[in-house]
C-alpha cells in the first residue's frame, strides 16, 4: 500500500482553523492536498453523525479544528465538539477500528503554521494506517 493517498475530512471553524487555513495559503506555507475542508459556523456544529458520515462516505480520517479552549464563539462549542470526537473515537474502538483516524486540534486564526503542520500530521498517521474499511464509497 506505498502510493495510498488517503483523503481526510477537516471540519474547520470559520473563526479559527478555517482562518489559520487561509492565512497558510497566503504564506505559502504547504500541506498535503490529502485535506478536504469543511466550513462550519463553530465546531460545535459538528454531530457524531456528521463525522461517522465523513468516514463512511470517502474519507479515510477526520479531524474537528477548532478555536483554541476559552475562546469559542459560541463559549463551549469546542468543549462539545471535543467530547464528540471522543464519542466517535470510542465508538471506533468498540468495532476494532483503529480510533487514530479521528481527531481534534485546537487552534488559533493565527496558526497558519500549525494548520500546515496537524494536516501533515494527520495525513501521515492516515497514510501508516491505510484505507478506511467504513469507506463504503470504495466498496
Ligand atoms: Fe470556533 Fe466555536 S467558534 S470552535
Redesign the pocket.
Known amino acids: 500500500m506505498d502510493n495510498f493517498e488517503p483523503l481526510i475530512a477537516v471540519f474547520s471553524?470559520h473563526?479559527?482553523s478555517y482562518a489559520a487555513a487561509d492565512l497558510a495559503g497566503s504564506s505559502r506555507i504547504q500541506y498535503p492536498p490529502n485535506i478536504r475542508i469543511i466550513k462550519v459556523p463553530?465546531?460545535?456544529r459538528v454531530s457524531v453523525n456528521h463525522i461517522l458520515m465523513a468516514l463512511e462516505n470517502g474519507s479515510d480520517g477526520v479531524y474537528v479544528a477548532?478555536?483554541l479552549k476559552g475562546t469559542?464563539?459560541?463559549i463551549r462549542?469546542?468543549y462539545k465538539?471535543e467530547k464528540r470526537v471522543q464519542y466517535v473515537r470510542d465508538l471506533l474502538s468498540e468495532i476494532n477500528i483503529e480510533p487514530e483516524r479521528v481527531q481534534m486540534y485546537f487552534m488559533s486564526a493565527a496558526e497558519g503554521n500549525k494548520f500546515a503542520e496537524v494536516a501533515r500530521e494527520m495525513t501521515e498517521a492516515v497514510k501508516t494506517l491505510g484505507p478506511s474499511p467504513l469507506n463504503k464509497s470504495k466498496s
Open positions: 471553524c473563526y479559527c463553530c465546531t460545535g477548532g478555536c469559542c464563539h459560541f462549542g469546542n465538539a
